[in-house]
């Protein structure tokens, strides 16, 4: 009786400092979607942010062709996941030429963005523009103009 006490004691008190923290964090750091700092707005500023950010998109898919690719080279790998492998590749192939179009059409159509395509989902995040609906609705019929129906466009502002 006495190590169940101590058990339940002990795992009571740590819930409640838990609680207690969770309760006095501040609510910028607590929610998932905060406002952006006077920080994150200066770093958005920076027109590397966008290269680096692209860059980061592809090289994720890059990095999960590659993992495909060791799939579908191994000799432990049955056929259907060698297939499945390589469906998966055709598919991050296909998803990365995208991005890079889609990218490269709202660049040069004078809008800083930087494009990732994930589940179906083609999310734009613009810099150096105003956060307003008609740019976002602009922005969202040139990529619409690409993909054609392939993905849902979200649209994100920094």
Known sequence: MNKQALAFLTLFSLILMLSVYYVTLPMDTASVMGENTNAEESQADNPSQRTSLQEEAGKKKDDEIT??????????????????????????????????????????????????IMDGTCIITVFEQEDSAQTAKKIMNLAQSKVQQQYLVEVAFK
């Open 67 to 116: 993992k495909n690719s060791n799939t579908v080279s191994s000799p432990d790998a049955s056929d259907a996941d060698k297939q499945k492998a390589l469906e998966t590749i055709d598919e991050l192939k296909n998803d990365k030429a995208m991005q890079e179009e889609v990218a490269a059409l709202l660049n040069d159509n004078g809008y800083m963005a930087a494009v990732e």
